[in-house]
């Protein structure tokens, strides 16, 4: 097995091979810190920290880098627009750092909430300030950028490769497409790379070429070859960087070094609400603090992955509610075998069953090797689960040790690689007590009688051998959370939610 990613600057699949073998550096745009983060940030920050948990599971020393931006750029094509950290600052009625602060511990929290590893490294724009500014006198001394009246604007036209990750050709990009033309440009697609700060802008530091504020791309630039170096292995972002922020990007630190700046450029998609892409500008959004109060954090992560990163994932509650369910439904096999493994004994298991567990690991290790195939990494787990489930309703012995393996397995693919399933302690095993102490006595004697009847219906089918309807009833109990135990003498339930 080997691992490929789509690449998107060569529009294709290609093997995995790192610049120093065993060793992989990748930087992540980070989020622009004025608001709380919102489903689409999700998407995005669970996608890299799984190609970042299964790089470290192939055995790869990884350096994450991932960057937030605290510097209060404009955002329309890096020159032009609303200063959005200033703006919600002078709303709020708060210094810009202090806005910053509040919006980064969120964003943590959320990220954390999510299962998402820390990056190894989250550097901030407003602390490399002096990094930006070498990298922009670099590029004057090389001929690629120029000063005008306070600002400094990469010259496009001199970078002749200007759009080969996009596939926009300089030809094409039409003048004053996104912005009115501005006069300080020798040409309308030239980008800033040192913007002159304006009497009413409070964020603001000293240069060369007076006070002012770096533009959008420069920061991660900068930054990542700071700490990365010159050429990366990885880098990723949202599909609506790819232009213009990572073809700036590209500019900018290629016109510098002259060598590649990034080997491998991944891109994930888009969360859209009925079609149009989900964002705070148009008001769509749904924050992660929301979310979280009718969803558990796994259940969001579970819904993204349950799409591949590389496709759009369309927002809906009924595709929640729908994820709810399916999360609900592996927790309670692996529950299922956590509670055996406290009683079983120290019997001995077929061989075929290890077989089975040899082949969906392969499976799963091979979905992902597929440039990242969560959705079907996912899938292998369910297929694990029906066979878990038929193994424990048979009258087959299970020992201690073979319930062990079941669970380190999906501790290790569903927990070490997707983060979306619990150490056994956080989803831990409990006795069998018929049902929980939250019922009222009614309740509970009512469901006691159905639950009979079920059972009693159950066992009528298994002896006729209509395998397929008794798994669908076992199957449709535990979505709502009852699994059933069979036994040599009685089939046990209990209510585990």
């Not at 878990?388 to 201690?400: P, Q, W």
């Amino acid at each position: 097995m080997t691992l490929k990613f789509y690449n998107s600057i060569t529009k294709k699949k290609e093997v995995f091979k790192p610049l120093v073998e065993g060793h992989v550096n990748m930087y992540v745009c980070g989020p622009t810190v004025y608001d709380h983060p919102h489903i689409g940030h999700a998407k995005s920050y669970v996608s890299y920290d799984v190609i970042v948990r299964y790089l470290r599971y192939l055995g790869y020393k990884v350096c994450y880098v991932q960057n937030i931006t605290d510097v209060g750029h404009l955002t329309d094509n890096a020159d032009a627009g609303d200063d959005k950290i200033l703006a919600r600052a002078q709303r709020e009625r708060l210094e810009p750092a202090a806005l910053v602060e509040i919006y980064t511990r969120s964003y943590f929290e959320d990220m954390d909430a999510l299962n998402n590893l820390r990056p190894d490294i989250s550097p901030r724009a407003t602390a490399h300030i002096p990094e930006q500014i070498e990298l922009i006198e670099k590029l004057i001394g090389k001929g690629y950028a120029y000063v005008s009246n306070g600002s400094v604007y990469f010259e496009v036209n001199k970078f002749r490769e200007y759009g080969k990750l996009s596939g926009r050709k300089q030809e094409d990009l039409e003048a004053g497409a996104r912005i009115e033309i501005n006069p300080e440009k020798r040409n309308p697609n030239d980008f800033a790379l040192w913007k002159k700060a304006e009497t009413a802008h409070i964020m603001r530091w000293k240069s060369p070429w007076g006070e002012g504020f770096p533009g959008w791309h420069l920061e991660c630039s900068a930054m990542s070859m700071k700490y990365l170096g010159e050429s990366l292995d990885i880098h990723g972002g949202g599909i609506e960087n790819m232009f213009p922020h990572h073809e700036c990007e590209i500019a900018q630190s290629e016109a510098a070094n002259d060598m590649t700046f990034v080997r491998y450029w991944i891109h994930n998609n888009m969360v859209t609400v009925n079609g149009q892409k989900m964002g705070k500008s148009l008001g769509n959004f749904v924050t992660l603090k929301d979310a979280f109060k009718k969803y558990h954090p796994l259940t969001i992560r579970f819904f993204i992955l349950s799409t591949h990163y590389r496709n759009p994932l369309d927002f809906s509650n009924e595709a929640l509610d729908a994820a709810d369910k399916g999360l609900k439904r592996l927790f309670n096999t692996i529950k299922r075998v956590r509670l055996q493994i406290d009683e079983a004994a120290n019997g001995k298991t077929p061989a075929l069953v290890y077989e089975k567990l040899e082949e969906h690991k392969k499976a799963f290790l091979s979905a992902m090797d597929e440039d990242i195939n969560t959705s079907g990494a996912i899938a292998v787990l369910f297929d694990l689960s029906k066979e878990v489930n038929a193994l424990l309703d048979s009258n087959e012995e299970v020992g201690k040790k073979c319930l062990e393996d079941i669970n380190s397995l999906y501790q290790e693919l569903g927990g070490g690689i997707l983060g979306i399933v619990p150490v056994r302690k956080e989803l831990k095993a409990e006795k069998w007590q018929g049902i929980e102490d939250d019922f009222s006595e009614g309740d509970k004697s009512a469901l006691k009688e159905v639950m009979e009847v079920l059972i009693d219906t159950r066992n009528q089918l298994r002896k006729e051998k209509l395998f397929k309807l008794s798994d669908f009833i076992r199957d449709k109990l535990a979505e709502i959370g009852i699994i059933l135990k069979d036994t040599p003498d009685v089939t046990l339930w209990k209510k585990i939610r």
